[in-house]
Nanobody
């Protein structure tokens, strides 16, 4: 089970941290990812990491602004977002898949959390 939280209405330039609480099932051996879907658009990859933390990857729009991390003790994954732009407005989803392939098919998904960036 994956449960996202932290979505909010923020202004351009603000920062926001999204959280993804896992049931503890998605620990060693899993890759964790963040995706987003804006109105009228397809879902797109944002960032992902192996649970070990050794490998990470970001979409071009996320590089330098977003950071994915995890807290093993809390079985949680985070997406720290900075310098938010109106085009970052979307529903953000947490996802998990078994294995170290960050770009494979993700099998487990949360319900999403809404991020709106507007002045």
């Amino acid at each position: 089970q994956l449960v996202e939280s932290g979505g909010a209405l923020v202004q351009p330039g603000d920062s926001l941290r999204l959280s993804c609480a896992t049931s503890g099932r998605f620990l060693s051996g899993y890759s964790m990812g963040w995706f987003r879907q804006a109105p009228g658009k397809s879902r797109e990859f944002v960032a992902a990491m192996t649970w070990s933390g050794r490998n990470q990857n970001y979409a071009d729009f996320a590089k330098g602004r977003f950071t994915i991390s995890r807290d093993i003790t809390k079985s949680a994954v985070y997406l720290q977002m900075a310098r938010l732009r109106p085009e970052d407005t979307a529903i953000y989803y947490c996802a998990a898949r078994f294995g170290d392939d960050l770009f494979g098919e993700y099998d487990y998904w949360g319900q999403g959390t809404q991020v709106t960036v507007s002045s």
